[in-house]
């Protein structure tokens, strides 16, 4: 087990402050593109297409900061060679942030679907799923980096656990809108556009239980990806069952 | 620019047979990958729900080999503390692990619309496009993967370019289908599934140009992610603007 304290023993203190500027470049990445997630949704429930417009603007600069950490990581794995916990903490976050950016790509499309929906006029059904499922997965992304910020296994445990509510709910909200489509065969096309920012919600659950589950590698050491988190605890135990 | 032979010009014999090694065990991986997506395709057009179960059952040794891959990079990384294009090549792999992974788990997921869609029993619309998408689809996962084996960066640009292609096949494709939906709704639920199946090989198009940026990034040491490929060359150039 890590915690933050142990971060804090290196020779260099150089070295100490190059890992806490990485992991706030990490941390200010994610607060962006959670602030994206949010910005996303509501653009699209409140059919304001200039929200929509700024979300696509964003993501140039999330792109930006993608690659900024990136080279950040590989510089220092070239310089400083890290090893055991130090090695795990750059190799977490030169994964993390590939799933960061692909949450900026997924709140993208939601803002497209939102200026396709703008532009069509009526509210079509299906958004009180999208803000639902929007708050959840939100929440989740936020819970994802506050337990790296604070090598919190546990929380990212239960975020990892989250994601299969999210899938469930996803799921029932789909069945939903295909008999609605059936109904009501005019309502397809706009339909279809909910149901693309639905997947794309479920989508960002995906990646904030990847950047939870990185988390739990770093702080134990076990990579729990694929494994079933049954055994990562007693609470893990029953949820994982359902 | 790195090349085979600047690969084989180590001190030490031992780690070029280990980056040899992990570099076998990443294009092993993909060829199973690669089987799995033609596998799951031909199991959707030809309503096999035996081979659909196959690539379900194969897809646990997928994520094995991503969990060995993973584990070798990172102990490579603490041992020999490789620098430069070894550096890049380790990290290279650790990242198209990833993006090998999610191909894998997109060609389970057209094995379950597969399945869904044999129950059923009637043929529905959009089988050719399946059919053709997937094809092209699988060839770019071939292709980035030996563009990975040969460190040939031409041929990744030109995996990363045909993503563009597919991405507007597939968005014909769709609307095509939503067409058919509009005017047989009894085929709304059967339709679905076939776009289900779509959005994954979409997906995996984008997961094989994703391995063909790390092959042109290690190759030529320049990250091309978002950046736009025009800068890449002069053949990129004319189909960038298209």
């Given at each position: 087990m890590i915690n933050k304290d142990s971060l804090t023993h290196h020779i260099s203190a150089q070295f100490n402050a190059e890992l806490e500027e990485i992991r706030s470049h990490l941390l200010a990445m994610g607060g962006l593109v959670e602030k994206q997630v949010t910005d996303a949704v509501n653009a699209l429930v409140d059919a304001d297409s200039g929200l929509a417009q700024q979300v696509r603007e964003v993501d140039a600069q999330i792109n930006q900061m993608e690659r900024d950490i990136d080279e950040e990581c590989v510089r220092i794995l070239a310089r400083r060679q890290p090893a055991a916990s130090d090695l795990r903490l750059i190799i977490s976050i030169s994964k993390s942030v590939i799933d960061l950016e692909r949450i900026g790509d997924e709140a993208t499309k939601i803002a497209k679907r939102a200026i396709e929906l703008c532009e069509d006029g009526q509210a079509p059904r299906g958004y009180v799923e999208i803000r639902h499922i929007g708050e959840q997965v939100r929440k989740m992304v936020q819970e994802a980096l506050d337990a790296f910020a604070r090598f919190d296994a546990d929380l990212a445990l239960s975020v990892a656990q989250y994601d299969k509510i999210v899938d469930r709910e996803y799921k029932s909200a789909l069945r939903e809108l295909a008999t609605y489509m059936m109904e009501d065969p005019r309502s397809i096309s706009r339909v279809l556009s909910v149901i693309w920012a639905l997947r794309s919600l479920e989508r960002i659950g995906d990646h904030a239980r990847n950047i939870a589950e990185l988390v739990i590698y770093l702080v134990r050491g076990t990579d729990v990806r694929h494994t079933g988190?049954?055994?990562?605890g007693p609470a893990a135990a029953a949820d994982d069952k359902a």
């Amino acid at each position: 087990m890590i915690n933050k304290d142990s971060l804090t023993h290196h020779i260099s203190a150089q070295f100490n402050a190059e890992l806490e500027e990485i992991r706030s470049h990490l941390l200010a990445m994610g607060g962006l593109v959670e602030k994206q997630v949010t910005d996303a949704v509501n653009a699209l429930v409140d059919a304001d297409s200039g929200l929509a417009q700024q979300v696509r603007e964003v993501d140039a600069q999330i792109n930006q900061m993608e690659r900024d950490i990136d080279e950040e990581c590989v510089r220092i794995l070239a310089r400083r060679q890290p090893a055991a916990s130090d090695l795990r903490l750059i190799i977490s976050i030169s994964k993390s942030v590939i799933d960061l950016e692909r949450i900026g790509d997924e709140a993208t499309k939601i803002a497209k679907r939102a200026i396709e929906l703008c532009e069509d006029g009526q509210a079509p059904r299906g958004y009180v799923e999208i803000r639902h499922i929007g708050e959840q997965v939100r929440k989740m992304v936020q819970e994802a980096l506050d337990a790296f910020a604070r090598f919190d296994a546990d929380l990212a445990l239960s975020v990892a656990q989250y994601d299969k509510i999210v899938d469930r709910e996803y799921k029932s909200a789909l069945r939903e809108l295909a008999t609605y489509m059936m109904e009501d065969p005019r309502s397809i096309s706009r339909v279809l556009s909910v149901i693309w920012a639905l997947r794309s919600l479920e989508r960002i659950g995906d990646h904030a239980r990847n950047i939870a589950e990185l988390v739990i590698y770093l702080v134990r050491g076990t990579d729990v990806r694929h494994t079933g988190l049954a055994k990562q605890g007693p609470a893990a135990a029953a949820d994982d069952k359902a």
